[in-house]
């Protein structure tokens, strides 16, 4: 049927078992939007993401090459987004993200309201990013990328959940994410 809920269960089927979507299926579902879906059914496939997705990155390239990335636009602007190669030889913005929620998937603690609030903060990291980046002396830069990160955030969760402590926590690990290396140097 052409339930719009089924591309997010697709999202996050596709990163607990490592699915890739038939052409036939992605077609489907760039005819179909979120319009009229409960905010907390939303979420909940996006809990589930984050949660028990093995292979997240797959979840995410099922949003993106659906079309529904567009009903994200967070997550849309960090495609194309450049970094510096320097720093980041992977890519723009969304491959870096990509990369960082495998990462997060491979090293969750099992304790649920933890890995939910880091997996989203992991996911929303860079948010910043594509309101700050500019070419300066010839590096890319995204200079207060982590606080001008925080907004973004709380819009991309206050369209899903009304969680007080997911509205304060993860914003609150997107403005100080790079706070740990910057101690450490």
Do not use: N
Not at 23 to 52: M, N, Q, S, V
Not at 139 to 163: C, K, N, Q
């Amino acid at each position: 049927g052409e339930d719009p809920l089924r591309v997010l269960r697709g999202m996050q089927l596709a990163a607990r078992f490592a699915l890739r979507a038939a052409p036939e299926t992605l077609a489907l579902c760039r005819r179909l939007d979120p319009g009229g879906l409960a905010p907390e059914r939303i979420f909940e496939e996006w809990r589930k993401l984050i949660l028990l997705g093995e292979r997240i990155s797959m979840g995410l390239e099922f949003l993106r090459e659906s079309g529904w990335v567009r009903f994200t636009p967070e997550l849309s602007a960090l495609i194309g987004c450049p970094q510096d190669p320097t720093w980041h030889p992977e890519g723009d913005v969304w491959t870096h993200t990509l990369h960082c929620m495998d990462a997060f998937a491979a090293r969750r603690v099992g304790d649920e309201r933890e890995d939910l609030i880091v997996g989203l903060a992991v996911l929303c990291h860079d948010f910043g990013k594509p309101l700050t980046t500019r070419e300066q002396d010839g590096r890319v830069r995204s200079l207060r990328h982590e606080s001008d990160g925080i907004e973004p955030t709380r819009r991309f969760l206050e369209r899903m959940t009304r969680e007080t402590e997911l509205l304060v926590w993860v914003p609150r690990l997107v403005a100080t994410h790079l706070a740990p290396s910057q101690l450490y140097d």
